[in-house]
Nanobody, 124 residues
Framework: QVQLVESGGGSVQSGGSLRLSCVASGLSAWNWYMGWFRQAPGKEREGVAALDSDGRVMYADSVKGRFTISQGNAKNTLYLHMDSLKLEDTAMYFC??????????????????WGQGTQVTVSS
């Protein structure tokens, strides 16, 4: 069973930065993919950034150039470094994972393991 625990959310002013972390346990496989998703009140959950064991990385257009997804040296930690935060980045951010491969790294339905989420609030 894969478990994901997010941390690092908080409140920040517009233009600021935050780094989210996700510690994964039980993700022991040759092929896997992990991603960050977010959900704002009244909106659907959307993919933000994702990567896989083959080294592919994908970003939503709305965060390209501002957000960076990466893995820790121990490979069981996923990070999302967020710069130049905007009001519209305010949301609950979730870490997700699945064993296997997919071409649709930013599609929520491709993931079956989810963390509890961490809140990011950007204010003016």
């Amino acid at each position: 069973q894969v478990q994901l625990v997010e941390s690092g959310g908080g409140s920040v002013q517009s233009g600021g930065s935050l780094r989210l972390s996700c510690v994964a346990s039980g993700l022991s496989a040759w092929n896997w993919y992990m991603g960050w998703f977010r959900q704002a009140p009244g909106k659907e959950r959307e993919g933000v950034a994702a990567l896989d064991s083959d080294g592919r990385v994908m970003y939503a257009d709305s965060v390209k150039g501002r957000f960076t997804i990466s893995q820790g040296n121990a490979k069981n930690t996923l990070y999302l470094h967020m710069d130049s935060l905007k009001l519209e980045d305010t949301a609950m951010y979730f870490c997700a994972a699945r064993i296997g491969r997919t071409a649709s790294l930013l599609n929520t339905v491709m993931y079956n393991f989810w963390g509890q989420g961490t809140q990011v609030t950007v204010s003016s």
